[in-house]
């Protein structure tokens, strides 16, 4: 397995991992009316991410994509187009937490290291950019994942979605 900066060409296959990994990973956190409503609204590749070049995939030896996620130096937590588009302006590393984004793993690969490679990259670089803390919001199926990596909850909201559809998501934040 290698990690390693997203291209704008591979947005289909990501968008086609991002869908796969919530309708399986999903199920038991969420209905499948939810489930339904963020592979519409939230599993959508972020083009600014890849362009800042702060997102990441994971690929096989055999190039197949098994995992995503990355990171943003810009005020959005998610993509989408719920998503605001005034969300775009850059953040102060002295003041402002580094946003950790968009992390979706291949079902078939849960369990094996992905997340953890992602997230620990995505700090990583977060840091060297000068951010010393970092904010995310964690869907059900990713809050222990995230607890145990040293995130810590802060609150927890009920995200509305375009279609009045609502999910359950827990802000979290960590010293980097």
Same mark, same amino acid.
């Given at each position: 397995?290698?990690?390693?900066?997203?291209?704008?060409?591979?947005?289909?296959?990501?968008?086609?991992?991002?869908?796969?990994?919530?309708?399986?990973?999903?199920?038991?956190?969420?209905?499948?009316?939810?489930?339904?409503?963020?592979?519409?609204? @939230?599993? @959508?590749?972020?083009?600014?991410?890849?362009?800042?070049?702060?997102?990441?995939? @994971?690929?096989?030896?055999?190039?197949?994509?098994?995992?995503?996620?990355?990171?943003?130096?810009?005020?959005?937590?998610?993509?989408?187009?719920?998503?605001?588009? $005034?969300?775009?302006?850059?953040?102060?590393?002295?003041?402002?937490?580094?946003?950790?984004?968009?992390?979706?793993?291949?079902?078939?690969?849960?369990?094996?290291?992905?997340?953890?490679?992602?997230?620990? $990259?995505?700090?990583?670089?977060? #840091?060297?950019?000068?951010?010393?803390?970092?904010?995310?919001?964690?869907?059900?199926?990713?809050?222990?994942?995230?607890?145990?990596?040293?995130?810590?909850?802060?609150?927890?909201?009920?995200?509305?979605?375009?279609?009045?559809?609502?999910?359950? @998501?827990?802000?979290?934040? #960590?010293?980097?």
């Amino acid at each position: 397995m290698k990690i390693r900066i997203a291209h704008i060409d591979e947005i289909d296959p990501i968008e086609a991992l991002m869908k796969r990994s919530m309708q399986f990973l999903g199920k038991g956190h969420y209905t499948e009316a939810q489930i339904d409503s963020c592979c519409k609204y @939230v599993c @959508v590749p972020d083009k600014q991410l890849i362009e800042d070049k702060s997102f990441f995939v @994971v690929e096989t030896e055999q190039g197949h994509l098994v995992g995503c996620g990355g990171w943003s130096f810009r005020n959005k937590l998610y993509a989408g187009p719920s998503a605001l588009s $005034h969300q775009t302006s850059q953040l102060d590393p002295a003041t402002d937490p580094a946003r950790i984004r968009a992390m979706f793993i291949d079902p078939n690969y849960s369990g094996q290291g992905i997340g953890s490679l992602i997230l620990k $990259h995505s700090e990583s670089a977060a #840091k060297e950019k000068g951010f010393n803390k970092g904010a995310l919001g964690a869907t059900m199926s990713g809050f222990a994942f995230y607890q145990a990596k040293g995130w810590d909850p802060v609150s927890e909201e009920n995200a509305p979605l375009p279609d009045g559809t609502t999910i359950k @998501v827990i802000q979290m934040a #960590k010293t980097l």
